[in-house]
């Protein structure tokens, strides 16, 4: 039912920061929590954070908590992801998906996928 798209990527030096955004179609978003992955070359697809459905409760990876935010405008049907300090081991390509199961962070928990977005941190 949901379709979403991610934007906001883009080529950054380390120290740099980015918002992602994450456009969802349907009339149902308010209803879905939200999670952010990312997959960098040659590795799985990761957890990086994830907010419930009210965006009162959100959770992150230990590897951006902290300089990472989680937020969600339910009037624009829109997810974000703002990103401070950014590293080089940043870089992946960023996913947005709805949350369909019962954890924050499994993967399997997520459906609806979006096309990515890419992150570049350079050093």
């Known amino acids: 039912q949901v379709q979403l798209v991610e934007s906001g990527g883009g080529l950054v030096q380390a120290g740099d920061s980015l918002r992602l955004s994450c456009a969802a179609s349907?009339?149902?978003?308010?209803?879905?929590?939200m999670g952010w992955f990312r997959q960098a070359p040659g590795k799985e697809r990761e957890f990086v954070a994830a907010?419930?459905?009210?965006?009162?409760?959100?959770f992150y990876a230990d590897s951006v908590k902290g300089r990472s935010t989680i937020s969600r405008d339910s009037a624009k049907n829109t997810a974000y992801l703002q990103m401070n300090n950014l590293k080089p081991d940043d870089t992946a390509v960023y996913y947005c998906?709805?949350?369909?199961?019962?954890?924050?962070?499994?993967?399997?928990?997520?459906?609806?996928w979006g096309q990515g977005t890419q992150v570049t941190v350079s050093s």
């Open positions: 907010i419930s459905r009210n965006g009162i409760n959100t």
């Open positions: 349907g009339r149902t978003f308010s209803t879905y929590g």
């Open positions: 998906a709805v949350r369909v199961g019962v954890s924050w962070i499994g993967e399997r928990d997520y459906a609806y």
